[in-house]
C-alpha cells in the first residue's frame, strides 16, 4: 500500500441495516497508521466524518494484480492542509488476496460509446458482449465501419449492485475482429493506460455479476 493508492471502505451503517460503500486515498503512513483523506460515498458522492472507533474493511489494488482486503479501526483524526483520518496498519498476517485481477472477466450487455480518436470512424453506441479488467468485447452494429489496430475512447456505463452507476471515460485498442454470419459481428478491445481506480470500478462490477450468478444458481 503505497501513498497515493486508492482503497475502498466498507462500513456497516446501523440505522440502514446495510453495508455502506465509500472511496479514499491513502495520503500518508507510518509504521503504525495509514492516513486517508475523509472518504467518499460511492453512491452520493458526500464526505464522510466518521468518528474514532469505527471498524471498517478496505480494499485496494496492488502491483502483483490482485485485490487485497483488511480489516482496520479509525484511530484518530489529524488537522492540517488535508484533514486526514488515521487506520490501523494490519499486519501482513491480516491482508488477505481476493482473486487475481488479470482478469475476471463476465458475459454481459453494458452501453458504451465508441469514438476514434483519430477520426477513423463515426462515432457509435453499442452493448458489450463481455468485459473485464483489461479490455471489453463489443458488439458492431451493422454499417459500422470498425478495423483492428485503431485507437479509441470508450464512454462506459457501469449499472452496480448498490443502484448507483458509474461513468468511465477509457482508452482503448480495436485487438481483433470476430465475423460470424450466424452472430453479429463483434470486435475485441484492449484497454490502455487505465487509471487504478476505474480499473478497479470495472473489478468490482464483475465480482458483482459474478456473485449474483452464483445466487442465481443456488436458487
Not at 15 to 24: I, K, L, P, Q, V
Amino acid at each position: 500500500m503505497k501513498i497515493g493508492a486508492f482503497l475502498t471502505l466498507e462500513v456497516f451503517n446501523a440505522e440502514s441495516g446495510a453495508n455502506e460503500m465509500y472511496r479514499c486515498k491513502i495520503i500518508d503512513k507510518n509504521k503504525k497508521y495509514l492516513f486517508i483523506d475523509y472518504p467518499v460515498h460511492v453512491k452520493t458522492k458526500r464526505t464522510q466524518v466518521f468518528t474514532i472507533g469505527t471498524y471498517l474493511s478496505a480494499e485496494y489494488i496492488e502491483k502483483d494484480q490482485s485485490i487485497y482486503r483488511f480489516n482496520t479501526i479509525i484511530k484518530e483524526k489529524r488537522k492540517g492542509k488535508i484533514p486526514a483520518l488515521a487506520l490501523r496498519l494490519p499486519e501482513k498476517e491480516q491482508i488477505q488476496r481476493i482473486q487475481r485481477r488479470q482478469y475476471v472477466r463476465v458475459e454481459t450487455a453494458v452501453d458504451v460509446a465508441i469514438h476514434s480518436t483519430d477520426d477513423a470512424f463515426a462515432p457509435f453506441s453499442t452493448v458489450t458482449v463481455d468485459i473485464s479488467g483489461g479490455g471489453l468485447s463489443i458488439v458492431v452494429p451493422k454499417g459500422v465501419q470498425l478495423n483492428e489496430d485503431v485507437n479509441v475512447t470508450l464512454y462506459v456505463v457501469l449499472h452496480m449492485h448498490s443502484g448507483d452507476y458509474q461513468y468511465l471515460t477509457l482508452s482503448g485498442k480495436v485487438v481483433r475482429i470476430i465475423e460470424d454470419e450466424r452472430k453479429a459481428r463483434t470486435a475485441s478491445v484492449k484497454l490502455l493506460s487505465i487509471d487504478s481506480q476505474e480499473q478497479q470500478e470495472i473489478i468490482r462490477y464483475c465480482f458483482e455479476k459474478q456473485r449474483e450468478a452464483r445466487q442465481k444458481e443456488m436458487k
